[in-house]
């Protein structure tokens, strides 16, 4: 999945003659803290709220300073890189320009939720495993190979990491319900099992609560 998949052009980009009043209305409008500025296509910034609210809301945000430095993808980039963009500067839009550094829309944050909230990976009911191992000790081919010798899929993986730390933990979805076989071979190769979540188990309880909740407000 690349930027350009995830386009959106419903949100329309700010003119530098565009008012801090103006941009204040679009950003309540769409719900977003961040709008790119354009002037003939080209690409010149992205204004965040908090650089609005510091100026006279009625100048024109061509005479603001950005407190952003230019956060940008290409129309052919990763959504990893928006994701990435997003996650350093807490942005709520991220522009996307083609290779002569047109502009041509944009990703917000929600869509980019609801895509990863869409992918089967999540969809699916599983079982989530987090697992915890030295840096050095990481193989996701081994963890892989394990959990194919029980039978089971890995639908997708993560890592969490910290640089003051040589541990890492690997959290992983797989496609089955039942793991304890899983779990009792990833300790049998020296994998620290932190947690487990059922998601099953996890969709029981909640409707477990609330038949008892209707229950109780039926009485």
Same mark, same amino acid.
Not at 46 to 58: N, R
Not at 140 to 147: F, V
């Given at each position: ?13 700010? !003119? ?57 993808? !290409? ?8 994701? !990435? ?59 892989? !190979? ?74």
């Amino acid at each position: 999945m690349i930027a350009e998949n995830l386009l959106s052009t419903a949100i329309v980009p700010l !003119r530098t003659s565009d008012t801090g009043e103006d941009a204040l209305g679009m950003m309540s409008d769409f719900y977003i803290r961040h709008l790119p500025i354009v002037n003939n296509k080209q690409l010149l910034g992205v204004i965040a709220e908090d650089d609005i609210l510091e100026y006279d809301v009625l100048d024109a945000v061509g005479s603001y300073s950005l407190s952003l430095p230019r956060p940008v993808v !290409r129309h052919n980039d990763h959504i990893y890189e928006v994701l !990435r963009l997003m996650a350093q500067y807490e942005l709520s839009v991220v522009p996307v320009v083609d290779f002569e550094d047109v502009y041509i829309g944009l990703i917000t944050q929600e869509d980019l939720l609801q895509y990863f909230a869409s992918m089967g990976s999540f969809t699916e009911q599983g079982t989530i495993i987090v697992l915890e191992m030295g840096r050095h000790d990481y193989s996701m081919a081994e963890i892989a !190979r394990i959990a194919e010798s029980e039978g089971i899929l890995i639908l997708s993986s993560f890592i969490t990491s910290d640089q003051h730390s040589t541990r890492i933990q690997v959290t992983l979805k797989v496609d089955a319900a039942f793991v304890q076989g899983l779990i009792a071979s990833f300790e049998r190769f020296n994998y620290e099992v932190k947690a487990s979540f059922n998601e099953s188990d996890y969709l029981d309880t909640l409707q477990e609560r609330y038949d008892s909740l209707m229950s109780y407000l039926n009485v």
